[in-house]
Structure formats: C-alpha cells, structure tokens
Nanobody, 119 residues
Framework: QVQLVESGGGLVQAGGSLILSCAAS????????MGWYRQAPGQQRELVAS???????TYANSVKGRFTISRDNAKNMVSLQMNSLKPEDTAVYYC?????????????WGQGTQVTVSS
C-alpha cells in the first residue's frame, strides 16, 4: 500500500508565497517522476511541475519563474515553492508520483490540497 500525503495549502494574498509538500510512504521500491498537478473549478486537471529522480524539472508556462519544484529522494518527498502567487493560481493541488512497488510500476495521487489566492 502506497500513500501520498500533501500539506501546505491555504489562503494567501496575491503576490504572496506558499510551500506545498508531499510525502510518499508504504512498500516503495523506487520513485521515478514526481509532480504537482492542479485543478480549478470547471477546469481540467493540469500539470504544474514535475521532477525526475535525477532532478530534471518541467514547468507549465504559466508558472515558470515563479514556482520551483524540488525533491528529497532519501525522504521520498517532493515540494513546490510558489512565489508571486496570482488569483489564477487558485485550485486544488495534487501530488502525483510514478512509483515502483513489488507488483510493478504505478501512478499514485495524493488527496489534494486547496490553494486560494485572493486579489
């Protein structure tokens, strides 16, 4: 059984900062790519940022230069530093990880954490 637990969401004013964290636990053999997605009301879930086990990062154009993704492989954690937040960043943010367990390799999701940016 694998679990992804997110923390760090909340309410912030435009221009402010938040840090999201996600910890993976369970019968993990290895974690490949980890990432953050978000879903605003009435919108499709979209990739915000991802990072490979080797540290290669990818960002959505809308967050480049404002958000930074990082991971701690020893702790099976991924974080998202969000700066210069805008009202359009308001969404539920989900952690996602591509994890190898005994049975194979699967994608896992966290439960989501709400980020609200007020104008």
């Amino acid at each position: 059984q694998v679990q992804l637990v997110e923390s760090g969401g909340g309410l912030v004013q435009a221009g402010g900062s938040l840090i999201l964290s996600c910890a993976a636990s369970g019968s993990i053999i290895s974690i490949n790519r980890m990432g953050w997605y978000r879903q605003a009301p009435g919108q499709q879930r979209e990739l915000v940022a991802s990072i490979t086990s080797g540290g290669t990062t990818t960002y959505a154009n809308s967050v480049k230069g404002r958000f930074t993704i990082s991971r701690d492989n020893a702790k099976n954690m991924v974080s998202l530093q969000m700066n210069s937040l805008k009202p359009e960043d308001t969404a539920v943010y989900y952690c996602n990880a591509d994890i190898t367990v005994l049975r194979g390799r699967y994608g896992y999701w966290g439960q989501g954490t709400q980020v609200t940016v007020s104008s």
